[in-house]
Every structure is written in C-alpha cells, then in structure tokens.
C-alpha cells in the first residue's frame, strides 16, 4: 500500500504529482454499499515541538456509522510545509495507520481536498491513487477557490470554482451553519461525494468520519 519512498524537495515532489495527477479518475459512482461495508475517515495531527505527526483511520459501518475499526500511526515531519504540497507531509503517517487497520476499507474520507487542489492532487486523489481505494475530500475552508453564495438551508450547494472550472462543491450539512468543501478525490465523481458527505453529517458540520479521526489523533497526541 505504500510507496517505497518519498521526495525530501519541493521540485521532486512537483515532478510526482504531475506524474500521478493522470492517473486520477473521477467518474463513477465509487463503491456499492447498498449491501453494506465501511467508511474509514482520516486525519494528522501535529506537534510542532518535538517534530511529531499523529495520523488517525477511523473506520465506520456505512449503513449505521458505528466504529468498526481504528488505528493510529505516529512518526517524525519529515517534509516542509509548502502550499500544495501538503499530502507529502501527511501520507506517510496515513498510510502506516490505513495498513494497521484489520482490513481496508471500502471508502475513505480525508480532511482536506482532492481535485480542487493547483495541479488536480490534493491529498484524497493522491491517497486513492496509492492505494487504489475511492477517496473524497471534505474541507474546512474553500482554500484558494471561489464560491457563489448558497442557500441557508441542509443540503443546499454551490460550485468551488477554479475559473470557470468547477472543481469542487460547497455543501451545507446543518442548516444556518456554514458549509464544508467537498471535492472528489479517486474512483469517485462529485456528486456521490456529496451525497456520501450528506449520509456521514446527520449531526455535525463535519462528517463523522473526519471527526472521530480528528479526535482520536489529537488525543493521541495529549497522550504523549
């Protein structure tokens, strides 16, 4: 499931992504769980001080979102934080805590983007790619992207516009709160991803994937 090694530069890290960016694929419906299976959420927490990163797969069943499975990874930050280039300091962790998990899931949520990303690799299209499992990303914030206003209510959506490119959605999960940023990441077109995005959120903004993951690594981290 992993890469064999990594690059320690913003140029080689460039040439990989422009390698693996036509090997995404976002058609399709991704994976058939009408007859169950399960949903895993990723996420990476950071310690600054001692140089640590903490990644967190937690996986749910997709017909109940009960937890099935989790696993943690934890190792040093061994790339530079460099705009775009963000999933060469998180998918080493993610990769060592998908592989400690009892089996792969059959969906994977990531906190971050997939296509609306500068050269179409975010995080969930390089995830999905490396391990050949669908992938989708669910952000916090539009990053660079522009976005029409969109309806107050649950369910409501706007285009994430890259020009005239749409490259991913605003989708609103509570109704007067504001919306998460959804794009398609690997083996999965945006309009499941959204509908997956609104099945995950009965709640809370954030799915539930991405927030038991979050939880689960920062509380990781305040361990120790």
Known sequence: MREQSWPADEESAIRVQQRLRSLVDVAGPGPDLSGGGTI???DVAYDDARDRVVAAAVVLDAATLAVVDRATAT???TFPYLPGLLAFRELPAVLDALAALERAPDLIVCDGYGVAHPRRLGLASHLGVVTGIPCFGVAKS????????????????APLLDGAETVGRAVRTRTGVKPVFVSAGHLIDLDHACRYTLALSPRYRQPETTRLADRLCRDVLAAG
């Open 142 to 157: 539009p990053f660079r992207y522009a976005c029409p206003e969109l309806g107050a209510e649950r369910g409501a959506t």
């Open 40 to 42: 895993a959420g990723v």
């Open 75 to 77: 190792g040093r930050v």
